[in-house]
């Protein structure tokens, strides 16, 4: 899959997976916490949440699964400067089960 024959639906469904995991590193928590005009240390205690693995970061999540960035129209509220994982789906990486997720994947 690349960017030039990829159609994204706009759906947001990739943004609420439950259990989905949106790891960010130090450069990513700085670019964010600048975008939203808040300290780092301020971004990470309200903004951000241990991995599972205990490894690193990863953007909080709504009960519900859904990134706490995705508005209700399927927007990313920090398009700009969202983490690698989120710009680079499904070009670089997908799961073995992206496709059931990604409508755009499914059907191309
Ligand atoms: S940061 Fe944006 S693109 Fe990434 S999961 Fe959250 S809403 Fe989706
Ligand atoms: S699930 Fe696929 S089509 Fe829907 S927003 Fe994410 S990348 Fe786009």
Known sequence: ???ENFRCRCCGECCRIKDGIVRVSHA?????ASFLG????DFIE???ELAPDRKSLMLKSRPDGS???LTADNLCRINQ???????TFPFE??????ATV???LATP
């Not at 808040?38 to 240390?41: A, D, L, P, V, Y």
């Not at 400067?81 to 710009?87: A, E, G, L, M, N």
């Open 81 to 87: 400067v969202k983490p690698d994982k989120c710009r």
């Open 28 to 32: 990513e928590v700085k670019r964010i």
């Open 38 to 41: 808040m300290s780092e240390s």
């Open 67 to 69: 990134c706490a960035y």
């Open 93 to 98: 990486w997908t799961n073995p089960d992206s």
């Open 46 to 48: 309200r903004e951000t």
């Open 1 to 3: 899959m690349t960017r």
């Open 102 to 104: 990604c409508p755009a």
